[in-house]
């Protein structure tokens, strides 16, 4: 059964700061990976989807890699903002049988980025 | 132009009602998923249809029934609603096994 982790659950840093966000899981054999953020009260808004082959993705200040062999990724955030602030959340996609898949998710990291 | 739309946002009952939440998605895609949010923030996902066929249904009492009248289109209704039932449920939408379009939610409260 695979289960996500995400660490830290939470995390408050100054605006400008870069920051690394991790996600662990515990079966390799994942399809893709995909990383979303959910503003409270809101659905989620998908930022970065890396295929198992691909070892990075990037998108503006949003850098997000993939070491599928030991389970694990990361989110890059550069120069971060009070914009920024949000639940960010990991999602990795797995055969759940034939050719059907689903994504199971990590808790989160809730991060705010103070001015 | 909304990609996902889910209707009601909220939704507050008694104990034992039968409701239902509907969700619809214009981005041609031929996958819909129901996924449970609860107290604690967790996400976890309950059916999955593609081309209106049930593919996925996880671990999920059978009050739970989604009904696809087309590919657009996932309804979720629940019956004899209970107290544990309280939670954001959201719908979402993909081109097979790529990026997940997610609606805005419904949070149901049963009191």
């Known amino acids: 059964k695979q289960e996500v982790t995400q660490i830290p659950a939470a995390l408050s840093v100054p605006e400008g700061e870069n920051l690394v966000l991790n996600c662990s899981f515990t079966d390799s054999a994942i399809y893709n990976l995909q990383w979303f953020r959910q503003d409270p009260g809101k659905g989620l808004t998908s930022l970065l989807l890396?295929?198992?082959?691909?070892r990075e993705q990037t998108s503006g200040r949003l850098n997000a890699s993939l070491d599928k062999s030991s389970g694990r990724s990361t989110l890059y955030i550069a120069a971060s903002q009070p914009g920024d602030s949000a639940t960010y959340l990991c999602?990795?996609?797995?055969?759940?049988?034939?050719?059907?898949?689903?994504?199971?998710f990590g808790k989160g990291t809730l991060l705010t980025v103070n001015p | 132009d909304t990609a996902v739309s889910q209707t009601p946002k909220y939704l507050v009952t008694q104990m034992g009602n039968d409701k239902s939440i509907k969700c619809e998605q214009n981005?041609?895609?031929?996958?819909m998923y129901w996924y449970k949010q609860d107290s604690k923030k967790f996400l976890k996902i309950m059916f999955s249809y593609n081309n209106k066929e049930l593919i996925i249904n996880e671990t999920v009492p059978n009050r739970f029934s989604p009904k696809s009248p087309d590919k657009a289109h996932l309804n979720l209704h629940i019956n004899s609603l209970e107290l544990g039932d309280s939670a954001v449920y959201f719908c979402a939408s993909s081109r097979s096994v790529y990026t997940q379009y997610f609606g805005p939610g419904t949070r149901l409260t049963v009191l």
């Open positions: 981005l041609g895609h031929d996958t």
């Open positions: 999602a990795v996609r797995t055969n759940s049988g034939g050719s059907n898949y689903k994504l199971t």
């Open positions: 890396i295929q198992s082959s691909q």
